[in-house]
């Protein structure tokens, strides 16, 4: 007999009944019936109940050793009594009448219970990520992910695509946040970076003659933890060679439509092919690029209902330029003034002077903004919006980028309230036509918007000709159900381009030839036309199996400061490995504490 099991914790049936079976695994739950001792023994496979008499030779031992110790038991199966099976275990119909017991390793008392759902502190919950691990929804997570992977990776590999794996340590690069830099120990003052993604290795990839290249990728981000993003991920990074915008749009639908097919569980999933939306659409009639398609609530401009109207306050934002955005909301006139005041106070709390609003009965348009609005406005208004009697619009207004945001966050608010918005499914689109370039607030400067390794729209004579503010890009999202699933562009494939594109950015071409002289020295011994995506793995696992955050689909995760608790990361390292590194630590002053108050 195997020195620690002969079946795992979920194998046993009754059809083993009368079998002499050995189990390893953790106390999961102890309970004492008065002569008899229950022990719910657990491992990775499931839970089996074993019973041990007080007269047994080990009824002493049992009695004594905490839950979450590990123990080896051996004895006979034996079928329940009928008014004991369990039907919500696969094990539920037999018990192991135990004869020998073995302590492998003994658990000391708990920081929190393993066996009960309830949530301990993050915190806490971090600092012993392995025991958080061990709860039935976190393994059931993680089995998840690893079977999520191997369904994307077998798909790549079906049509046609090789995984190879490029450098973890490389060179900075701008892609939107900040890079985590490691000392070069052999190179003093020198420093490589940890890949934000690896854009520039799977273009040269491209360049190198390779057709269709994916790997599933560790990336690197020196930016603040959020909910939907941390500052290590992993994402399906996909390039394929001599394609365009509708061909990646061909290859990779499939692929993630068919991964979330397979682990739905019966939850409806978008058939493709998906719709595409524009970018300048997409913000306008949802107040995001990242739109959440089970929200049927679609925003309208009505800036030209208001201009010269009697409502003085919309009149005036819209003769200086801004805007006014409706969102319908459907049935919500029927709602008691209460409703309103709600709203109008989460308006406020979200930084806006609050929440406009007319509602609509079979004697026409009602409120304060109505009183004050011409009749014939209202009701055009209310025909734009597709309004009848019963419902009511809400109004975002100001500068077209403020109120695009606010009537946004208004359309998710209405949605969610109105029972609008669909609990189950998954509804996918494709964001398309991003502006390549966007006005730096800070600086006042033009700056990438998106990636700037993608090709303009236009191409050269876009750059020479055109406001850069103007220029859509090659540049594409898949959204679904308000996340931003991946990102990718048709990329730019010709040295002449990007020392353009670079230059209206700012960058003069020796900073371009210093900081990307690798691709660009590619490009000028002959690159394909190329163009692929990356797909966030983290949160493909997350909206699959219902979670609200990354940290639960992640086995060792960091929290929202960066820390790793549990190893102990970030650390101090000794002044002898900083100066093999030639490092000198220079830490920012301490902040003063605050004077006491007097009187």
């Not at 079977?147 to 990776?153: E, F, T």
């Not at 403020?402 to 109105?418: C, I, M, P, S």
């Not at 381009?497 to 020295?521: C, S």
Request: include cysteine; aromatic fraction near 10%.
């Amino acid at each position: 007999m195997h020195a620690y099991r002969t079946h795992t914790c979920g194998a046993l049936r009754a059809e083993h009944a009368g079998h002499t079976a050995r189990l390893s695994g953790w106390v999961h739950r102890k309970r004492d019936h008065g002569g008899l001792l229950f022990i719910d023994l657990r491992d990775h496979y499931g839970i089996t109940q074993c019973v041990i008499p007080s007269g047994s030779a080990v009824f002493a031992e049992a009695d004594t050793v905490r839950v979450e110790s590990v123990i080896t038991v051996t004895g006979e199966v034996v079928h329940r009594e009928p008014g004991t099976i369990n039907d919500k275990l696969p094990t539920g119909a037999i018990e192991l009448r135990v004869k020998e017991l073995v302590v492998q390793s003994t658990a000391d008392v708990l920081p929190f219970q393993v066996a009960q759902e309830q949530e301990a502190p993050e915190e806490m919950r971090l600092r012993y990520r392995f025991l958080d691990l061990r709860r039935e929804r976190l393994q059931r997570n993680m089995i998840l992910r690893a079977k999520i992977i191997d369904s994307i990776r077998r798909r790549m590999i079906e049509i046609g695509f090789n995984e190879f794996q490029t450098p973890i340590l490389t060179v900075s690069s701008p892609e939107g946040a900040r890079d985590f830099l490691v000392p070069a120990r052999l190179h003093p003052g020198k420093f490589y970076a940890l890949p934000q993604a690896p854009q520039q290795y799977k273009q040269l990839t491209m360049v190198a003659g390779f057709d269709r290249y994916f790997q599933i990728a560790p990336c690197f981000r020196d930016e603040a933890g959020r909910a939907d993003r941390t500052l290590m991920f992993y994402q399906l990074d996909v390039e394929m060679s001599f394609v365009t915008q509708e061909d990646v749009f061909s290859a990779m639908e499939p692929v993630i439509r068919g991964t979330f097919e397979e682990f739905a569980e019966g939850r409806p999933v978008d058939a493709g092919p998906w719709i595409r939306i524009p970018y300048a659409k997409a913000m306008l009639d949802y107040g995001s690029d990242k739109p959440d398609l089970r929200n049927p609530l679609v925003i309208r401009d009505v800036t030209q209902h208001f201009a010269g109207s009697g409502f003085g306050l919309f009149a005036k934002i819209a003769a200086s330029g801004g805007v006014v955005r409706a969102i319908p909301a459907p049935g919500a006139g029927a709602n008691p003034r209460s409703f309103f005041d709600k709203l109008n106070e989460w308006a406020r709390e979200q930084g806006a002077g609050g929440l406009g609003y007319i509602t609509f009965d079979a004697e026409g348009p009602k409120g304060p903004i109505a009183r004050n609005l011409e009749a014939e406005r209202a009701e055009a208004i209310r025909q734009a919006c597709g309004l009848n009697p019963g419902d009511a619009v809400f109004f975002a207004a100001g500068k077209e980028a403020d109120a695009a945001k606010f009537a946004g966050q208004t359309r998710l608010r209405l949605g969610n309230e109105l029972g609008l918005t669909a609990k189950e499914g998954f509804r996918f689109c494709w964001i398309t036509d991003f502006p390549f370039y966007e006005l730096n607030e800070d600086t006042g400067q033009v700056d990438f918007s998106h990636n700037p390794f993608s090709m303009p729209q236009g191409e050269m004579e876009a750059l020479n000709t055109k406001d850069p503010l103007t220029i859509p890009a090659y540049q594409y999202d898949i959204v679904c159900n308000g996340y931003e699933m991946a990102s990718g562009a048709i990329r730019n494939h010709k040295a002449e381009i990007m020392v353009k594109a670079f230059g209206i950015a700012g960058y003069p071409p020796e900073a371009v030839e210093e900081r990307f002289g690798g691709m660009l020295n590619a490009f000028r011994f002959g690159a394909p036309p190329h163009g692929g995506m990356a797909a966030g793995i983290d949160r493909i696992v997350m909206l699959l199996a219902e979670e609200p955050n990354l940290r639960e689909v992640n086995l060792f995760p960091m929290n929202q400061q960066g820390e790793e608790l549990m190893m102990g990361s970030p650390s101090t390292v000794e002044e002898a490995r900083l100066k093999e590194l030639s490092l000198r630590v220079s830490l920012p002053p301490a902040k003063a504490a605050p004077a006491p108050q007097k009187g």
